[in-house]
């Protein structure tokens, strides 16, 4: 299965935060060869067989003894190439997830749910709701334009962030975190599965929503950059952007490192990040404020998903109600969210009502997915700081 | 087709209000009867009070701010300027000359969108604030002023700023103060920054969002939402510093004009504000008590420029300051010291200013207004000083349209001619009035109207050469004429789409030969257009200290800084020019000084003498606690004291370059 990042406009490449850097072929043995693709260069075919031919020899009367290979051991995730391993990765998350497509009050509701499997036999499944979303109605939608118009003014100031950010605001995360593909590279490997991951979720969600666009309610949003043709809630920059703010958080806080510890000023202003990256979209006039509520709900809640799937532990189920979040209201990342308690908020509401519900669940049975505990351990280690304690003593 | 035609008319007090009036009613989609517009009238001879009452049956059109306390509207004067939010059937009773009400003179301000404005306002409580005896009060009147930056707090939730007039956002339901817009205390700022507090960081976002000042669901312009914005760089200059600051203490007190106004450059609109700020922020330092030296001094800095007005120090800015602070003001009954910085103006080489022909003589000048330019360009011939009863006919003033229509008009008392289109609606009208008071002038007004509009009932006059023709009467008396377009330039993709009408004539010579842009006039030039004269119309005043700007790596005068001398008063000379430069440019390439941008933390650079002024007004803040009784007399004192090296003519740079180094970060030892 290909797994594309919905925003992306031009290829999977450009977008993956992981291969934005050239990470990926700066792994890959084959391209030490120059080679295009996966070893395709006709000369150097060419060359290894008449090599061969010269120095091939006769056949061996013997080979010495070949020992079986460790069957499903992650150990070995280290000897494949960045792009099996995403393969891999990407099995085990999206067989932790499910979707249908519901109706809830007459409206459509997407519903994400969290599988599991029951007393650890993996024929018998059951199923946690994790998310579910209901799209605000159109009148509300026509409410939010004027927040959309009013934003258009700040956009000559915002180009340079809006023009960058259409296909990799990952970058922008590295101007927070000390990310760069020789030090980090498996953060940036573990950011680009759990972005993989979101995306096909995020595209089913907005599918199934199918929210009209500002450009489709205004001759005069006219928008900067062009409309993406999908949904327009949730906001798939918003959902992917405090994705990451949150993935980013939570190895910054497990490093044990003295700087991340309990200063909760990082997650503060990971999460500004994120909310500038959702707030440069409705600049653009291409999304409404309440796409980014919603997809900054969405992130937040696969953040804590995917860390869960790595980890174990209890993991948090959420729901998005679009017909109460205030239709004259713009998005505050605030309310949804603590970063001191580094845990969604209960709940989030409007004037109207409740708009955002989200509740922790106690861990599912089972241990997390031995792979993906693999790829969270090294990334950690990326993040952990070496004191002078930490160096071995000569006669230890 | 247009067609020109004469109409004797010599009710009106002022022309240029009652053409824009005329424009609303295809300007505007709402009802034109509707709008709110500030409006800043002169009565006389009456109180705000009686005033009030004489208009009760315009009372749902009419509006007095609460800035004028009890006291205010009882006093009877002689002649006082007073600051109202009307509406056209009100404005246009007002700008009757025949009216019974005692208003001598209108002009006509801006927009007002009702939401804007709270007629249940009661009077603020003006308690008394102690501070340190070294303590000096900074007062900044701008556009988008970042009120919870980081360089006016003395800590995390600890504001400097003790008042804030914000005029451009909902009032407060509930208890308001304020007339128009809102205002806030230091209590209530510190409050909000508790409140908008996280983790280390204020969430600005959400503090300029709860303060009204960035409101994008009103469709207001929100500069502290950009990277730059022109208050909170101004301010930074004239009082930021980060917290712990080794300096004495400078509480700040600030009235935050509506960014609308200032994208309407026509300078009147600014007036009716601009005059309410003064009032307002003049209330709050009376405030201010040092423990043992009495009230604490006051450091004003108003970084704004205008073309037009009689530039001979008489203009109703001008006699503003006066009337605050001079004598017979509060600050003299206070005993309290006030001064004011003001900046040259950039309009140099902007071709705004020619001299009109000396006697026996005749000029000719075009004025091209520019196509697609949606706001009404707006021209002034200003006239000898005479007396009301004389009004002596100095020259007669001819017009050619840019279609070959031809007019002409003398100075005297209800001289009009309009332009029509063949609809019969009024494009442009040229007109003489004689503008009493301190100015004792007769001036013709040439008011252009919008040359596009996207509204299809939009009023269109022509763009082009508009050919001016002004012949001096034999025999007339002695005495300077001048000639100043008004600014009304809009940044690009700003509200509400102004282009620069300009002067035009074949002698002007822009260039030296090497390509450069002449910052002085070249020597023996008869061009009516000149640079010299250019000097910011609200800068002509006697008391404030104007501030020009100088290019700090070629030691040299900005281009754009603007020129004296003042035009006379019938013999007495008036300013030679600002009175000193400060730092307004890096280099010639590296344009700008840096000072605070909008968020916490950021830098910007922005150009100017606007950056210029502020520089200054931190230096007098020193200044004004020493033994100089007037900013002038300390102004030369600081140049001689810190000189900065220019070679500049004294119409260009008054007594030369003052260094003043900005430490925003001396934290108390």
């Known amino acids: 299965m290909t797994i594309v990042p919905q925003s992306a406009y031009s290829a999977y490449s450009a977008y993956s935060a992981y291969s934005a850097y050239s990470a990926y072929s700066a792994y890959s043995a084959y391209s030490a060869y120059g080679a295009p693709g996966a070893g395709e260069n006709p000369m150097l075919a060419d060359a290894f067989m008449t090599t061969r031919d010269g120095i091939v020899g006769a056949r061996l009367d013997q080979i010495g003894s070949v020992r079986e290979s460790v069957a499903n051991d992650p150990r070995t995730l280290k000897r494949l190439s960045p792009a099996v391993r995403a393969a891999i990765f990407q099995a085990e998350l999206a067989a932790s997830i499910d979707v249908s497509i519901e109706t809830c009050d007459g409206d459509v509701s997407p519903v994400l749910w969290h599988r599991s499997a029951k007393k650890g036999d993996m024929r018998r499944i059951k199923y946690h709701e994790l998310l579910r979303m209901t799209r605000p109605s159109v009148e509300r939608l026509t409410r939010q334009l004027d927040l959309v118009s009013g934003y258009a003014q700040i956009r000559p100031d915002r180009a340079a962030e809006i023009l960058t950010q259409v296909t990799a605001p990952a970058p922008f995360f590295s101007t927070i975190g000390f990310i760069d593909p020789g030090r980090t590279p498996h953060t940036l490997e573990f950011l680009s599965t759990a972005l993989s991951f979101s995306a096909p979720l995020i595209q089913r969600i907005k599918f199934a929503l199918a929210v009209k666009r500002p450009i489709e309610f205004s001759p005069q949003i006219q928008p900067m950059i062009p409309t993406p043709t999908h949904g327009s809630l949730p906001s798939g920059h918003a959902s992917e952007a405090f994705l990451m703010a949150r993935l980013i958080w939570r190895l910054m806080l497990h490093s044990n490192a003295p700087q991340y510890g309990d200063k909760a000023y990082w997650g503060e202003m990971l999460m500004r990040l994120a909310a500038r990256v959702a707030a440069n979209r409705v600049v653009s006039g291409v999304h409404f404020p309440v796409d980014s509520a919603a997809g900054a709900v969405l992130g937040c809640t696969l953040a804590e998903h995917v860390y869960s799937q790595c980890n174990g532990g209890r993991w948090w189920s959420s729901r998005f109600d679009g017909t109460h979040f205030d239709p004259e209201g713009d998005f505050d990342w605030h309310d949804i969210f603590d970063v001191r308690k580094d845990e969604l908020k209960k709940k989030a509401e409007s004037g109207d009502g409740v708009w955002m519900r989200a509740k922790a669940h106690a861990p599912s049975k089972g241990e997390p997915a031995p792979v993906l505990s693999w790829l969270w351990e090294k990334a950690l280690e990326e993040w952990q700081d070496l004191g002078p304690g930490d160096l071995p003593v000569q006669g230890e | ?669």
């Not at chain 2, 500069?223 to 101004?234: A, L």
């Not at chain 2, 922020?281 to 604490?296: D, E, I, M, S, V």
């Not at chain 2, 103006?345 to 026996?360: K, R, T, V």
Request: charged content about 20%; glycine content about 10%.
């Open chain 2, 1 to 669: 087709m247009f067609t020109w035609q004469h109409a004797d008319d010599d009710t009106l007090l002022d022309h240029h209000t009652d053409f824009r009036l005329g424009l609303s009613e295809s300007h505007f989609p709402d009802d034109p009867a509707r709008i709110w517009w500030s409006v800043l009238i002169e009565i006389a001879d009456v109180s705000i009070d009686q005033f009030e009452a004489a208009l009760a049956e315009f009372a749902d059109d009419l509006l007095i701010p609460v800035a004028y306390d009890p006291d205010d509207r009882r006093e009877v004067k002689e002649l006082q300027p007073v600051t109202i939010f009307a509406r056209k059937p009100l404005i246009e009773v007002l700008n009757d000359g025949r009216n019974v009400f005692g208003v001598v003179s209108v002009h006509l301000g801006a927009v007002i969108p009702e939401a804007l404005l709270d007629r249940f306002a009661t009077p603020p409580a003006l308690s008394p604030i102690r501070v340190d005896d070294n303590a000096v009060v900074m007062a900044v009147i701008d556009d988008g002023i970042a009120i919870g930056h980081d360089l006016f707090r003395d800590g995390p939730t600890e504001s400097r700023i003790e008042h804030a007039s914000i005029f451009e956002a909902a009032p407060h339901s509930g208890s308001s103060h304020a007339s128009l817009g809102r205002s806030y205390s230091r209590h209530e700022i510190d409050a909000l920054l508790r409140r908008c507090h996280h983790n280390g960081f204020l969430d600005e976002d959400r503090f300029y969002a709860e303060t009204g000042q960035a409101d994008f669901l009103a469709g207001t312009a929100s500069p502290v939402s950009r990277r730059v914005s022109h208050g909170t760089h101004v301010m930074g200059l004239a009082a930021g510093r980060k917290a712990h600051h080794a300096d004495a203490p400078r509480p700040i007190i600030c009235a935050i004009l509506p960014s609308r106004v200032v994208q309407d450059t026509t300078g009147v609109d600014l007036l009716p504000l601009l005059y309410l700020a003064f009032v307002i922020l003049a209330k709050q330092a009376g405030r201010f008590r040092t423990r043992t030296k009495g009230p604490a001094p006051v450091v004003f800095n108003f970084s704004y420029g205008n073309t037009g007005g009689p530039h001979d120090g008489t203009g109703v800015f001008a006699s503003l300051f006066r009337h605050v602070v001079g004598a017979g003001s509060e600050f003299a009954a206070r005993g309290q010291k006030a001064w004011l910085t003001l900046p040259a103006g950039n309009s140099n080489l902007s071709q705004l200013h020619a001299s009109g022909p000396g006697p026996g003589k005749q000029t000719n000048v075009d004025l091209i207004a520019q196509p697609d330019d949606r706001t009404p360009s707006h021209m002034q011939i200003w006239l000898p000083v005479s007396e009301e009863r004389e009004q002596p006919d100095f020259a007669r003033i001819g017009i050619t349209a840019p279609g070959g229509e031809r007019k002409t008009i003398s100075t005297r008392p209800g001289q009009r001619a309009s332009l029509f289109n063949s609809r019969g609606q009024e494009v442009a009208r040229l007109a003489y009035q004689y503008v009493g008071g301190f100015v004792q002038r007769g001036r013709v007004g040439l008011t252009i109207g919008p040359t596009a509009g996207l509204d299809e009932k939009a009023v269109l006059a022509p763009a082009g050469a508009w050919q001016l023709e002004i012949e001096r009467s034999a025999g007339a008396p002695a005495g300077d004429i001048d000639l100043w377009v008004r600014r009304d330039e809009t940044l690009p993709g700003s509200l509400p789409g102004g282009r620069q009408a300009y002067f035009d004539a074949a002698d002007y010579v822009r260039f030296d030969e090497f390509g450069v842009p002449l910052a002085v006039d070249p020597t023996g030039s008869d061009c009516p257009i000149t640079r010299s004269g250019t000097l910011n119309g609200f800068a002509c005043g006697a008391d404030p200290v104007v501030v020009a700007g100088y290019s700090a790596r070629e030691a040299g005068v900005a281009g754009y800084s603007g020129a004296g001398p003042t035009s006379d008063r019938g013999g007495s000379p008036g300013r030679e020019g600002p009175d000193l430069a400060a730092k307004s440019d890096e280099s010639y390439l590296m344009r700008g000084v840096i000072s605070a941008g909008s968020r916490s933390g950021s830098w910007a650079r922005l150009s100017g003498t606007s950056v210029a002024a502020p520089r200054v007004a931190r230096a007098a803040a020193k200044g004004i606690q020493g033994k100089a009784d007037t900013a002038r007399d300390w102004s030369r004192m600081a140049v001689g004291e810190s000189p900065f090296p220019l070679n500049a003519d004294p119409r260009r740079a008054g007594a030369g370059g003052l260094r003043v180094e900005i430490r925003f970060d001396d934290a108390q030892k």
